[in-house]
């Protein structure tokens, strides 16, 4: 019984001729049964979804750049001929050079500057799609001479910075366009072929062949997309969605990640070194954002720069128990700068704005601190929180009207630290945060008020009439109460909050 059940090959159980004649097959054209089975079994999946921004059933394949011509004709389907484009569509070559600074800091920001040579004609090219609008997707400029031309050079300013710009990469591109026609001479589909090769430092480090067919008029049918499927594929072909970008094409450096982060979301069980790198990633981002929109005509940028730079200043502030003090210093004194000098589109022209931009990219990139960065900011954060709130009652409680200038001085530092710091943990710790707002809202608008250091000196009033020196006196002097009631009002409402929250 199991030996009747084991028969193979036909009824006597014998092989038959087919199984004979498959093992006399050569290799080769196994393998080639087997990759027209692969197609067949791609033929029954769905067509993807059509990609934004792109014709409607427009395919891409990512094509050896060493293989032979796919066999595209299949009278079969109504695929009679694959003619060559003339014209404006004819084949041409593009020589192209990427322009960058050493370390590729446009590229990782995802900003190509090249120029490029078509049919003998030099030209400058700037394309920045993840920056859209605030930079243009293709912008061209006619080659007037050897330097970039400044209105360029000025778009990718912040992004540059201070780097000198030289060539990083040269591309050859052979392009060639084709029509694909039916048995009446109609275009059923346009296929384009690309050949580059890359080079860099005079070697050549990539070659890659890139064909974009797409339909015109009525399209392919589902046995002409098949067959053209099939025939890609039979020559080592990937059918892709997208291509490469030019950057995965470069490799390293290229491919690193860019000075300008991403904007990060803030979690409490992040690295709290990750943490404080998101706060200034964020606000760097936002600085760029601005900047590169006042560059563009935006009127109001420069108020959203300063305001990104102010807050970030008293971010830094708030978590500077965690950092270290010189770092956060340096930092804290570039912020200060930009907030009070930036009252013009000129400050964006200035080295020591594109110095602040260095640095806040290097503090995005490694901010230094003196606790544990590999412990959870939310934990981290929940512990600073609380001593910061215990060491403003230390100093809060205790302050009187007639207190010394240095206790006031001290008691503004530690509130506003505290300020900057909750508002800084919100995002982490919402209610923690919010209790430490409630403590230091309402007093810190009084302390605001507050004058402290020097007083100012008593009027000279030698050159004065009687009347003239008597209200100079009395201007002194009724001063000198406002700062007196102005320090006990935050006394009082210090007490009130205190009490308030306690109860």
């Given at each position: 019984m199991a030996k009747a059940g084991a028969k193979k090959g036909g009824p006597d159980g014998r092989a038959g001729k087919g199984a004979k004649a498959a093992k006399g097959r050569p290799e080769r054209a196994r393998r080639r049964e087997r990759d027209r089975a692969d197609v067949e079994t791609e033929e029954l999946l769905p067509e993807p979804p059509t990609v934004p921004g792109r014709p409607p059933g427009q395919r891409l394949y990512d094509v050896p750049f060493s293989s032979p011509e796919p066999r595209l004709v299949n009278r079969d389907v109504g695929l009679h001929n694959v003619v060559a484009r003339a014209g404006h569509n004819a084949a041409y070559t593009i020589d192209v050079t990427l322009l960058d600074a050493p370390d590729h800091r446009l590229s990782r920001s995802g900003v190509l500057l090249a120029h490029r040579v078509l049919d003998g004609r030099g030209e400058w090219f700037l394309t920045a799609p993840d920056w859209q609008p605030l930079l243009p997707k293709d912008h061209i400029e006619p080659m007037g001479d050897a330097d970039l031309p400044e209105d360029l050079a000025a778009l990718v300013r912040p992004l540059r910075r201070r780097a000198t710009l030289g060539p990083v990469a040269a591309l050859h591109c052979d392009r060639r366009e084709f029509a694909l026609r039916d048995d009446a001479g109609t275009t059923l589909a346009l296929l384009r072929d690309d050949k580059v090769t890359v080079r860099r430092g005079g070697l050549t480090t990539a070659r890659y062949r890139e064909v974009m067919v797409t339909p015109v008029g009525r399209g392919l049918s589902a046995d002409q997309r098949s067959s053209v499927d099939r025939a890609f594929s039979l020559v080592g072909a990937n059918r892709v969605t997208r291509f490469p970008r030019l950057v995965a094409r470069l490799g390293a450096p290229a491919t690193g990640p860019s000075d300008i982060p991403d904007v990060q979301a803030l979690d409490a069980a992040m690295p709290f070194r990750r943490f404080v790198a998101a706060v200034v990633g964020n606000r760097l981002r936002e600085v760029v954002r601005s900047d590169l929109a006042l560059r563009g005509g935006d009127a109001y940028a420069l108020d959203r720069l300063v305001a990104e730079a102010r807050a970030l200043r008293g971010e830094l502030a708030g978590l500077a128990p965690t950092l270290?003090?010189?770092?956060?210093?340096?930092?804290?004194?570039?912020?200060?700068?930009?907030?009070?000098?930036?009252?013009?589109?000129?400050?964006?022209?200035?080295?020591?704005?594109?110095?602040?931009?260095?640095?806040?990219?290097?503090?995005?990139?490694?901010?230094?601190?003196?606790?544990?960065?590999?412990?959870?900011?939310?934990?981290?954060?929940?512990?600073?929180?609380?001593?910061?709130?215990?060491?403003?009652?230390?100093?809060?409680?205790?302050?009187?009207?007639?207190?010394?200038?240095?206790?006031?001085?001290?008691?503004?530092?530690?509130?506003?630290?505290?300020?900057?710091?909750?508002?800084?943990?919100?995002?982490?710790?919402?209610?923690?945060?919010?209790?430490?707002?409630?403590?230091?809202?309402?007093?810190?608008?009084?302390?605001?008020?507050?004058?402290?250091?020097?007083?100012?000196?008593?009027?000279?009033?030698?050159?004065?009439?009687?009347?003239?020196?008597?209200?100079?006196?009395?201007?002194?002097?009724?001063?000198?109460?406002?700062?007196?009631?102005?320090?006990?009002?935050?006394?009082?409402?210090?007490?009130?909050?205190?009490?308030?929250?306690?109860?």
């Open positions: 270290d003090a010189a770092w956060e210093e340096d930092l804290h004194d570039d912020l200060d700068w930009l907030v009070g000098a930036a009252t013009g589109a000129a400050v964006l022209r200035t080295e020591r704005y594109l110095s602040v931009l260095e640095r806040l990219v290097s503090a995005a990139r490694s901010p230094q601190l003196v606790v544990d960065g590999s412990e959870p900011a939310g934990a981290l954060l929940a512990g600073v929180l609380e001593a910061e709130t215990r060491h403003l009652r230390e100093v809060a409680d205790p302050l009187r009207a007639d207190a010394p200038d240095t206790a006031w001085q001290e008691v503004r530092a530690v509130a506003g630290r505290l300020r900057g710091l909750a508002a800084t943990a919100s995002a982490v710790l919402p209610e923690q945060s919010a209790a430490a707002l409630a403590l230091v809202r309402k007093p810190g608008r009084v302390l605001d008020a507050v004058r402290v250091g020097e007083v100012p000196p008593p009027p000279d009033v030698s050159a004065m009439t009687p009347a003239e020196a008597f209200a100079a006196g009395r201007d002194h002097e009724r001063a000198r109460q406002r700062d007196q009631a102005a320090r006990q009002h935050f006394v009082e409402r210090w007490a009130k909050t205190v009490r308030r929250l306690a109860s």
